[in-house]
Nanobody, 120 residues
Framework: VQLQASGGGLVQPGGSLRLSCAASGSIFSINFMGWYRQDPGKQRELVAAITSSGSTNYADSVKGRFTFSRDNAKNTVYLQMNSLKPEDTAVYFC???????????????WGQGTLVTVSS
């Protein structure tokens, strides 16, 4: 199982970006997917998460600006980031709890990071 994140880049304050994270490989079910971010020298923090039932949670710092969505058919989640601020600058990582086969164990996976830089 792999998680492939994409969509990072350089954007001006107030701009928008959309991150994608696609899960591939042997997948029976995904019961959690989330986006985390990390600044150098800081702890990784949860930005947004979505459960298998569709419930979403957001960090207070991004509520009203970021939207988490998913395409179950493609095993892909998206993070639409609007009204970006310089403090949103970080490496963003996707994370998922995946069961590869019926009755099998659930493992946690991380994608590679994608850098988001918000600067004028």
């Amino acid at each position: 199982v792999q998680l492939q994140a994409s969509g990072g880049g350089l954007v001006q304050p107030g701009g928008s970006l959309r991150l994608s994270c696609a899960a591939s490989g042997s997948i029976f079910s995904i019961n959690f997917m989330g986006w985390y971010r990390q600044d150098p020298g800081k702890q990784r923090e949860l930005v947004a998460a979505i459960t298998s039932s569709g419930s979403t949670n957001y960090a207070d710092s991004v509520k009203g600006r970021f939207t988490f969505s998913r395409d179950n058919a493609k095993n892909t989640v998206y993070l639409q980031m609007n009204s970006l601020k310089p403090e949103d600058t970080a490496v963003y990582f996707c994370n998922a709890n995946i069961r590869a086969r019926v009755g099998g164990p659930v493992y946690n996976y991380w994608g590679q990071g994608t850098l988001v830089t918000v600067s004028s």
